[in-house]
């Protein structure tokens, strides 16, 4: 069964950074699109940025400039590199493949709390 961990949230002031990690089982990322996808309370799950098999990326407007995906598919790990944080970031980070329609069963989900 496909099983997805994300890490590497926590508590930071406006201006900090993060990086967040994502592995996966039974996923290689290599052969995926894959992408960060975020849900603050009260408001739906989005997709905050992709990265396509070749490695091309795309990122959602509000957040374009300040966050960078990446992988290493050695390690079938994804990245997401958040700088310049603003407290309307704060969320629970989730990875998954970007596929249409199709998802993979969520993960736990990493929280990034961002404060003012």
């Known amino acids: 069964q496909v099983q997805l961990a994300e890490s590497g949230g926590g508590l930071v002031q406006a201006g900090g950074s993060l990086r967040l990690s994502c592995t996966a089982s039974?996923?290689?990322?290599?052969?995926?699109?894959m992408g960060w996808y975020r849900q603050a309370p009260g408001n739906q799950r989005e997709l905050v940025a992709s990265?396509?098999?070749?490695?091309?990326?795309n990122y959602a407007d509000s957040v374009k400039g300040r966050f960078t995906i990446s992988k290493d598919n050695a390690d079938n790990t994804l990245y997401l590199q958040m700088n310049s944080l603003k407290p309307e970031d704060t969320a629970v980070y989730y990875c998954?493949?970007?596929?249409?329609?199709?998802?993979?069963?969520w993960g736990q989900g990493t929280q990034v709390t961002v404060s003012s």
């Open positions: 998954n493949i970007v596929r249409g329609n199709f998802f993979a069963p």
């Open positions: 990265i396509t098999n070749g490695g091309a990326t």
């Open positions: 039974r996923i290689t990322f290599r052969f995926n699109v």
